[in-house]
DNA sequence: GCGCCGGCTTAACAATTGTTAAGTCCGGAA
DNA sequence: TTCCGGACTTAACAATTGTTAAGCCGGCGC
C-alpha cells in the first residue's frame, strides 16, 4: 500500500500524525511529475515564485541562505518523505534557496491540485499545515543549536536529529547512516568555518565517538554521542499527539 | 473599525494579507478572555498542553529555549498583534517557552472556537496558516542572523527587524521605539554573554550607531544602522502577493 | 597512466567571544 | 530618606573560532 512514489512521505506521514487511511489515499491519489536533480543543482532559488510544491523521493536536499558578503547559511536538511516548499502554497516568494545535496528524485505537485484537495478533504489540510509547523519546530531547535551550543555539541546534536528523522521513514540500518555533505556544508549548517568543522571531526574521530567519511557517518560510541548532543526529540512531535 | 480589543491584529492582517473584510470582522467576532502578565511571567512553559491561543494586544513577550546546562536561548520577539502560540491548534505540546517580556495584555480565544472558525470560513484558516508561516520565515533568518553574522551586525538586525515589524502595527514614532529586554536577554537572543552584549552595545554607541537605555532603542545614524544590519526585509513577507 | 581539481588536513597566528570578578548606578521598598 | 537588589559596566585573562596558507589525497576525464 505505501508501496508508491511518495511511499516515504505516506510512511511518516502515517506514523506521526492521525492521517486516515482515506487521507492518505487521497494524497497517493495526487497527480505528480517526477524529476530528478544532479548533485549541488539548484531547485528553488531566492526570490522565485513556484506553482507547485515538491516531496522528495529520494536524496537529500538543503535550504540555504546566502548574505551579502557571500557567507551561507544551511537552514534544514530534507531527506526523502518530506515537503520542503510546501510554505510556498501561501508564500508566494520564496525568502531562500533550496538546493540538492546529492542527485535527488522529486515528486512535483501543482499548487492548484494540493489546494483543491484540501478544499475537498480539510483534514488534509491539517495534515499539511501540521508538516509546516513541524518544521518551524525544527527551524526553533536549529536556532537553540547555533545559538548556544559549543560546536561539537551542536554537530553531534545535528547529526543525532537527522539519524532520528531518517529511521521515521526506514534510512537507517546499524551504526552507519548517510549525511552527504561536505565538510564546508556541515560548517554552513553548524555556523562554523570548514577548517573547524575539520577540527571538531578530527576531535569526534579521536575520542572514539564517531567516524564521518564521505557522506557517511558511522557511530562509533553512542553513549558518547548523547552525551555531546543533548537530544530530546520532544520537537519532532512524532506521535499524533504531541 | 479597527478599534477593538485585538486592533494590531486587525491592523497587521488587513495590510499584509489579502484578507477580506468579512474575515476580519469574523475574527473580531471571536470570544475571547483577556489576561494580563506582569513582567517576567511565565505564559506557557515547554510541555504544556494549552487548550486556548492568544493574541497579544499590548507589551512584549519572547519564545525562549532553555538547554540543559541552564543556558537559554530566546527564539522570537513577540509584540502586539502576533500570535506566538498559534502552532498548538496542531501540535499538541509546547516544545518551548512564551514568557512576558513587559507587562502584557494578551486574548485568550479557544481552539475550539478557533476551529469552528476555520471550518465555516476555510480563508480565516489560510491566514492563520500562513501567518505561522512567516513565523517559521522569521525563524529562519533568524537562524542566518546567530549562524552567519558577526555580534555588532546581529543586533543591528534584531533592533531593525523589531522596528520594521513594530513599524506595522503603528508603534514606532519618530527615532525611538521600545525593545524592552534586558542586556542579558539581547544576548540570549543573539546567542552571547551579557558582558559581550555589553560591549557590543557601548561600540554602537561609541560610533555614534544608535543608543540602548531601559528597554528603549534611540536611532541616531540610520545609515550606519543599515550598513551594519544588512537588513533585506523580503522574508517578512508584508504584501499580500509575496 | 597522468594530471587536475575539489575536498580534506594541518599548522601558525589573529580576532572574537567567554569567564571571572570587581565595581557602579538607579529605582523601588521599607 | 536610606538601603537593597537587579542591571549595567569594565577590565584582565582564557578559550574558542576565524584566517591564511600550504600540502595531501583520491576520483575522474583525457
Redesign the interface.
Known amino acids: 500500500m505505501t508501496d508508491t512514489t511518495i511511499a516515504a512521505l505516506i510512511q511518516r506521514l502515517r506514523t506521526t500524525t492521525g492521517a486516515s487511511d482515506d487521507d492518505l489515499r487521497a494524497l497517493e491519489a495526487l497527480p505528480y511529475t517526477l524529476r530528478n536533480y544532479r548533485e549541488n543543482q539548484s531547485i528553488l532559488r531566492d526570490?522565485d515564485r513556484p506553482s507547485e510544491c515538491c516531496v522528495i523521493v529520494d536524496g537529500f536536499c538543503v535550504?540555504s541562505?546566502t548574505?551579502?558578503d557571500g557567507?551561507?547559511?544551511i537552514?534544514s536538511i530534507h531527506i526523502p518523505g518530506d515537503l520542503p516548499d510546501l510554505?510556498n502554497l501561501?508564500?508566494?516568494?520564496m525568502?531562500?534557496d533550496l538546493v540538492a545535496l546529492s542527485n535527488c528524485a522529486l515528486a512535483f505537485i501543482a499548487h492548484s491540485a494540493i489546494r483543491d484537495l484540501i478544499?475537498s478533504r480539510?483534514t488534509v489540510?491539517?495534515i499539511f499545515?501540521?508538516d509546516?509547523?513541524?518544521?518551524?519546530?525544527v527551524?526553533?531547535?536549529?536556532?537553540?543549536n547555533?545559538?548556544?551550543?559549543a560546536a561539537h555539541n551542536r554537530l553531534a546534536h545535528i547529526i543525532v536529529e537527522l539519524r532520528e528523522r531518517l529511521r521515521m521513514v526506514g534510512r537507517v540500518t546499524g551504526d552507519a547512516f548517510a549525511m552527504p555533505l561536505t565538510q564546508e556544508q556541515i560548517g554552513e549548517a553548524?555556523?562554523v568555518t570548514s577548517v573547524h568543522t575539520n577540527r571538531i571531526l578530527r576531535q569526534l574521530r579521536l575520542d572514539g565517538v564517531l567516524e564521518f567519511h564521505r557522506g557517511t557517518v558511522k557511530i562509533l560510541n553512542e553513549h558518547k554521542l548523547q552525551e555531546l548532543a543533548?537530544f530530546d526529540g520532544?520537537?519532532l512531535?512524532s506521535s499524533p499527539?504531541?
Chains 1, 2 share one sequence.
Do not use: C, N
Open positions: 526570490g535550504r541562505k548574505i551579502e557567507k551561507r547559511q537552514l510554505q501561501h508564500l508566494a516568494t525568502d531562500h478544499r480539510p489540510g491539517d499545515w501540521r509546516t509547523l513541524l518544521d518551524a519546530a527551524f526553533r531547535e536549529w536556532i537553540v547555533v545559538g548556544q551550543r553548524m555556523g543533548q520532544r520537537y512531535h499527539s504531541t
